[in-house]
């Protein structure tokens, strides 16, 4: 088992499949601010938010994010995969005993998938009708960013 070494020096028991010669170090944190906006909406309007605990929430989010991604990580390498999936994570969720949060982690990973690819299927749609408008009205040419048409002589 290998570990997890913090930016703060101390070590967190590492995934369960990654070998001993992996030796991960936290280099870059979750943006402060988005820290900031997230504890802002679970406290009262009046209360400060100090800038050591707004710190302290940031590094504790981010090593529990790369907790969570080296186990699911460890998952896919095991399997001869190179890319983790959300499937991977939640996943990890379960598999790091985050029992409680794995249901509505799965829940909220099933709506954005149906969301997303209803996005695809629109942005497929519309390039379609861009595409049979286009041969509709061949004599329209599309250039950089203006539009001029042929004469008609």
Known sequence: MSNLTSRLGYQLPGPSGVSS??????????????????????????????????????????????????????????????????????????????????????VFHHRHHIIESGERQQKRRLEQERLEEAERYPKVIKTNSTRSTESFH
């Not at 940031?58 to 460890?74: G, K, P, R, V």
């Not at 190179?82 to 799965?106: C, N, T």
Request: charged share 25%.
């Open 21 to 106: 010669e992996h030796n991960f170090c936290i280099e870059e944190t979750l943006p402060e601010a988005n820290i900031h906006r997230i504890m802002r909406e679970v406290v009262s309007p009046d209360t400060n938010i100090s800038k050591p605990s707004r710190q302290c929430v940031q590094m504790a989010a981010t090593e529990f994010l790369m907790y969570l991604t080296a186990e699911a990580s460890a998952k896919c390498e095991k399997e001869g995969r190179k890319a983790v999936s959300g499937e991977d994570i939640l996943w990890s969720i379960s598999q790091l005993g985050f029992h409680r949060y794995s249901e509505p982690m799965r």
